[in-house]
DNA sequence: CAGAGTTTTCAGGTATGACTGAAATATGGC
DNA sequence: GCCATATTTCAGTCATACCTGAAAACTCTG
């Protein structure tokens, strides 16, 4: 099997590309809130033949324990950021990037803008005498994404309608 | 002194709003990435009075050590979520948060934005035969948000222009 | 239903990093 | 330039959470 793509044992290290841009990956993510582990899986899942694969195959790729594979796609999962597919006559599932990924994460971006619209709320409540544009500010911000944010999807939505292939 | 923001001794805790306030937002900074000590500070500077504070002020409001104060401090300051000033006069220097810390941050959105470029582009060179929609549809994301983040800032700009008093 | 194979759960080891407290350094007023 | 004070640095402690490895639970094929 030459196809190993993270997991070659000897050798020098980081000689594949796509080992490099799993490593890569990772490291973005990492910053992003993510395990290292989420991160590399989804660097493989970016880029593995085939498209699908099993924790198995993830594990051994990766090197990481079946519980850690098994955690981080449930968390991976539970955001979105990965799914979990069934191929007919096929004991394992399968786990693939979704294709309408990055869609679903922007959608998301409605609950980050409303868990901001909460502390601005509570902010009004405790409003300092000096400098309450400290407070206000917040309130404004929140204001502007809420008209802005559904016109964007929607420009979103139009671009990707035209570019996908 | 009366005006003790979170460092009660005894009493119930958390009668105080505002203290509320402070732990709400170091509750959603945290999530964010942000230390617990970071986001308590972050939260304090919100709310207190004066609005502009020194850090030996902060580490008693919030009952924490003079070293996690400076660190976070300087962390903050750091990603413009605090700023330091002097008072003509005053031997300690002051902290605050700044007038245009919201257009500050979203300034900071264009770095993000190339931080996903650089990894839509080395993903051009992994490009998987099957599912290329997985590098794709990143580069996809990225060239929208690089042609629309300009004009969402002139159009922020504009709004807080408008509504600001 | 049996049973192999898959997935989840969980306790333990480990690493990471936040916080403290004190010492060292830097700073501004005199 | 001196000195009190503010700030930073840093080693040590502690908490948190990741990762592992194995056992338990589950699931699907035959």
Same mark, same amino acid.
């Given at each position: 099997?030459?196809?190993?793509?993270?997991?070659?044992?000897?050798?020098?290290?980081?000689?594949?590309?796509?080992?490099?841009?799993?490593?890569?990956?990772?490291?973005?993510?990492?910053? #992003?809130?993510?395990?290292?582990?989420?991160?590399?899986?989804?660097?493989?899942?970016?880029?593995?033949?085939?498209?699908?694969?099993?924790?198995?195959?993830?594990?051994?790729?990766?090197?990481?324990?079946?519980?850690?594979?098994?955690?981080?796609?449930?968390?991976?999962?539970?955001?979105?950021?990965?799914?979990?597919?069934?191929?007919?006559?096929?004991?394992?599932?399968?786990?693939?990037?979704?294709?309408?990924?990055?869609?679903?994460?922007?959608?998301?971006?409605?609950?980050?803008?409303? #868990?901001?619209?909460?502390?601005?709320?509570?902010?009004?409540?405790?409003?300092?005498?000096?400098?309450?544009?400290?407070?206000?500010?917040?309130?404004?911000?929140?204001?502007?994404?809420?008209?802005?944010?559904?016109?964007?999807?929607?420009?979103?939505?139009?671009?990707?309608?035209?570019?996908?292939?």
């Amino acid at each position: 099997m030459a196809d190993a793509v993270v997991a070659q044992d000897g050798g020098a290290p980081g000689e594949d590309p796509r080992d490099t841009y799993v490593r890569q990956v990772a490291a973005y993510w990492e910053r #992003g809130g993510l395990t290292h582990a989420a991160g590399l899986i989804l660097g493989y899942l970016s880029i593995c033949e085939p498209a699908a694969e099993t924790q198995a195959r993830i594990a051994s790729a990766l090197r990481l324990s079946a519980g850690s594979v098994s955690t981080q796609l449930r968390q991976l999962t539970q955001i979105g950021m990965v799914e979990r597919v069934r191929l007919p006559g096929e004991r394992s599932a399968r786990y693939q990037v979704p294709q309408d990924m990055w869609t679903e994460m922007m959608a998301t971006e409605d609950q980050r803008i409303a #868990g901001l619209r909460v502390l601005a709320d509570a902010g009004a409540a405790v409003m300092p005498a000096e400098r309450p544009d400290r407070i206000h500010s917040l309130d404004l911000m929140v204001r502007f994404w809420e008209a802005e944010w559904p016109a964007t999807r929607r420009r979103l939505a139009a671009f990707l309608a035209k570019e996908m292939p």
